[in-house]
């Protein structure tokens, strides 16, 4: 199989490097000549352009930053140079209408296409163990599996097209809502003079267990490796997050959906953002709600 991979950051390189690891011939392309070295290093061939990239493929995978960026390359490099027959497959996060138009404006020209993003950082990516999640037509689904499968430990399809999108904002709010909720416990927990490892394995095995603390504890030194081992650094930056969160915002606004905790979710991580902390792992909000932001090395 032929696929064009369009978007080799911190995601997208990972993932473009599982598909040459299950023998497909990878076409690689970013606007940064770094990445795009990175991937035919781990053995893509690289492109000059999208236009270039999307010649003669079987398959066309984008993981690009936002909406805007995802409308702009469909509809002025991907669309007018890929061949018809090629499955169309964007996995970057994005507002559910910009996937539903550029679906749009695929089945126009008579593609097929899948919103499909993903949870799983970039460790997942790397290791090809993402959870996809798709919207597309159900006819489509066998074939959009086919070509994810190298990057994944699980695809399921959530609908039609957008639906991915829309199961991706929801979690997303959920784990933003659950990581505050998880670092709060644990402030209070160092005021109320408990030990931190000591409130972890008491939580873990309780009422309170959840992804956010088993998984990913944001207390260095407890739970599992995480990017709190690492002052914060790697994982899932608290900027994606504030991303998602507007996402989130925005489609209940329109939606007419009540979500208080998302919006007080949104605020903190727009208040850590603000303060310059938006390079940082997400779950580095808790040195904020500490009051310990000077420990928090901005190098
Ligand atoms: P990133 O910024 O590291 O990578 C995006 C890449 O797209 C960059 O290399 C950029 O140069 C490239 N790009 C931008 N415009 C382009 C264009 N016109 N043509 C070609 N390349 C272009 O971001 P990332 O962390 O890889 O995230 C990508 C997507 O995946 C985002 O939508 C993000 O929300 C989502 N996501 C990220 C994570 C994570 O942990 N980082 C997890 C799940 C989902």
Same mark, same amino acid.
């Given at each position: ?33 770094? +990445? ?65 138009? +550029? ?40 074939? +959009? ?9 699980? +695809? ?144």
């Amino acid at each position: 199989m032929k696929v064009a991979f369009i978007g080799l950051g911190n995601m997208g390189g990972g993932m473009a490097a599982r598909q040459v690891a299950d023998g497909r011939e990878v076409h690689a392309f970013d606007l940064s000549e770094a +990445v795009v070295g990175k991937a035919v290093a781990a053995g893509a061939r690289g492109a000059g352009s999208v236009s270039k990239a999307v010649q003669g493929v079987d398959a066309v995978i984008t993981m690009l930053p936002a909406g805007p960026h995802v409308r702009k390359v469909y509809s002025e490099e991907i669309l007018p140079n890929a061949p018809r027959s090629a499955l169309l497959i964007d996995c970057s996060t994005v507002d559910v209408e910009s996937a539903r138009a +550029v679906a749009g404006q695929a089945k126009a020209g008579g593609f097929r296409f899948a919103d499909a993003p993903v949870s799983g950082g970039t460790a997942a990516a790397e290791g090809g163990t993402l959870a996809f999640m798709v919207g597309c037509g159900e006819t489509d689904f066998a074939d +959009v599996e086919r070509a994810l499968k190298p990057m994944a430990r699980v +695809v399921i399809r959530a609908g039609e097209h957008g639906a991915g999108q829309a199961a991706k904002i929801c979690n997303n709010m959920l784990l933003g809502i659950s990581m505050i909720g998880t670092c709060e416990a644990f402030a209070l927990a160092e005021r109320l003079g408990l030990s931190p490892d000591r409130f972890f394995e008491i939580a873990s095995k309780s009422s309170g267990q959840c992804w956010s603390l088993t998984s990913y504890a944001p207390w260095p030194g407890v739970g599992p490796q995480t990017a709190s081992d690492r002052n914060y650094e790697g994982g899932f930056a608290a900027g994606m997050m504030l991303k998602d969160l507007k996402l989130a915002q925005e489609a209940a606004a329109k939606a007419g959906a009540t979500t208080p905790l998302g919006a007080q979710a949104a605020a903190i991580y727009a208040l850590f953002d603000r303060l310059g902390y938006g390079g940082k792992d997400f779950s580095g909000v808790l040195q904020m709600l500490r009051g310990e932001l000077a420990g928090l090395n901005l190098e």
